[in-house]
């Protein structure tokens, strides 16, 4: 076994001990034995730190002027819920913690201890308050936290260790610079301890990725805290890489030179560092490979797990239909509820320019069984047809001369209403509704349209009816459904005398 050296182990000691020595008027709060009106010890070291923090977030928000009676007021929030205190305890409280945070006596305070690097009683001066100001008119002392009060804070704020691995690195880039071989060696060492601590936690972490995941939320944290420690642990690979760089560099110059007695000492630790750095970098890469394997196998069997153990405890008629029917729901809710299980919505749109597009208008055949229409060829070829459709139209006609004679026949509605109280079979008729399709196209009606070959088919006998009188016919905006198959836009109709 390598013995030790006195001096490296030691070397720091002073610096070491004032660290505590910035703990020690916390301690002394902890011997102060306080207590409320129901005689519940005061935690003192808590308020203490307490009150460090209270002058630390006034410092972060520029309030430089505080003083006793800002600390009482904070203090009497902070303890409301803990502690039964009047108004004078909280006061002595609050002066219990300015004079020993800053002795009264204005001297600071003191910290003794034997110095094991050279030997010797030594003594460390420290503040933790200090003045900041007074105010003649109130009488006011303000206080706030010195370098060394700010230290304190900084050495208690929480630290996680897995940034050790990134702060070694640079103390030990800084080490070899300065040709601190020696301590750069001891660096190398705490790093492989750094090393292999992560990797038991890491090894941790696994089990608790498979046991403790039981939630998304639980899923997520997990997966973000795998993301960053890869992403770090990628940034301390490439400064492993750089550092046997460094170092490689660094044994090539001092090798290039005059070989002194002293030199070939520091070139023998520098292949030494460099060797020892490389096993440890090697640990190190073995980390990242478990991290990934991680977020990549672990954290993935955690998932399925998650989303079977779902399923299988996901009980229908439990979880939705009794949730339904045991308590009134709002519909806000209870869409909520049954949507997962609702079909993709789906909605059919049409093109407005389609009403622009060319339309067939077909004559009607008789009323088939199918309600097919008639082809075009059966039309050309059925003179039988005609000779019935004109039949029909001659009827229409006729009750509608009827109607108009007893006022109800100025409106194509006051027609078909006429036709419902007398007849409203007809309104069933699909070429009931193709004649006034015709006669709007036709009109102005009279008896020369006879004269065409249409004419003398379909409304030849129409024509006849009419006589010397015209068909004046104009269409409104109001849709017609007298039958839920057909619908018509209303008409106004006007029979007049003809001016041939």
Do not use: C
Not at 203 to 215: G, T
Not at 240 to 259: H, R
Request: charged share 30%.
């Amino acid at each position: 076994m390598e013995s030790i050296d006195r001096r490296e182990l030691t070397s720091g000691y002073r610096e070491r001990m004032r660290r505590l020595a910035l703990m020690d008027s916390l301690v002394e709060l902890e011997r102060k034995r306080v207590v409320d009106q129901q005689g519940n010890p005061l935690d003192m070291r808590g308020i203490g730190m307490l009150t460090l923090l209270f002058f630390f977030e006034r410092r972060l928000t520029r309030e430089y002027k505080t003083g006793v009676r800002h600390l009482i007021s904070f203090l009497r929030q902070m303890m409301v819920d803990t502690y039964i205190l009047d108004q004078d305890q909280i006061e002595t409280v609050a002066r219990t913690m300015i004079t020993t945070f800053r002795p009264p006596s204005g001297v600071k305070r003191n910290f003794k201890f034997f110095n094991w690097e050279t030997n010797e009683e030594e003594i460390i001066e420290y503040t933790i308050l200090k003045d900041n100001d007074f105010d003649v008119k109130t009488n006011t002392q303000y206080y706030t936290l010195d370098e060394d009060g700010l230290e304190l804070l900084f050495a208690t704020k929480e630290f996680y260790s897995e940034f050790q691995i990134s702060i070694n690195q640079l103390m030990l880039r800084q080490q070899i610079k300065k040709g601190e071989f020696h301590g750069a060696l001891r660096q190398i060492r705490e790093m492989e301890i750094d090393v292999d601590s992560l990797k038991e936690r890491m090894e941790k972490m696994r089990l608790e990725i498979l046991r403790s995941i039981v939630s998304e939320e639980t899923f997520e944290r997990y997966k973000k805290l795998l993301d960053d420690t890869y992403l770090r642990l990628e940034r301390e690979d490439e400064e492993f890489t750089a550092l046997n760089t460094f170092i490689k560099e660094t044994t090539d110059t001092l090798y290039s030179g005059d070989t002194k007695e002293k030199e070939i000492e520091s070139y023998g630790l520098l292949i030494k560092i460099g060797n020892e750095l490389e096993d440890v970098h090697y640990e190190h890469a073995r980390l990242l490979e478990l991290t990934s394997d991680l977020r990549n196998t672990a954290l993935a069997t955690a998932q399925e797990s998650l989303y079977y153990t779902g399923i299988q405890s996901f009980n229908f008629d439990k979880d939705i239909v009794s949730a339904i029917l045991s308590k009134p729901l709002p519909p806000e809710a209870m869409k909520g509820i049954i949507h997962p299980f609702l079909r993709v919505e789906e909605n059919r749109f049409w093109s407005l320019t389609t009403i622009f597009s060319e339309q067939n208008i077909t004559e009607e055949q008789p009323d088939r069984d199918d309600g097919s229409f008639i082809e075009a060829a059966e039309l050309e070829h059925d003179h039988t047809y005609r000779t019935w459709l004109a039949g029909k139209y001659r009827e229409l006609m006729e009750q509608f001369m009827m109607a108009y004679e007893n006022g109800q026949g100025h409106s194509l509605k006051d027609f078909m209403n006429y036709l419902k109280e007398n007849q409203d079979s007809l309104l069933e008729k699909r070429y009931f509704y193709s004649f006034w399709l015709l006669m709007h196209q036709r009109a102005p009606v009279f008896e020369e349209d006879s004269d065409d070959q249409n004419g003398q088919t379909l409304l030849g006998d129409v024509m006849n009816l009419l006589g010397q009188k015209q068909l004046m016919i104009r269409e409104t905006p109001e849709i017609l459904s007298f039958h839920p198959r057909y619908s018509i836009q209303n008409m106004l109709i006007t029979l007049e005398e003809g001016q041939h």
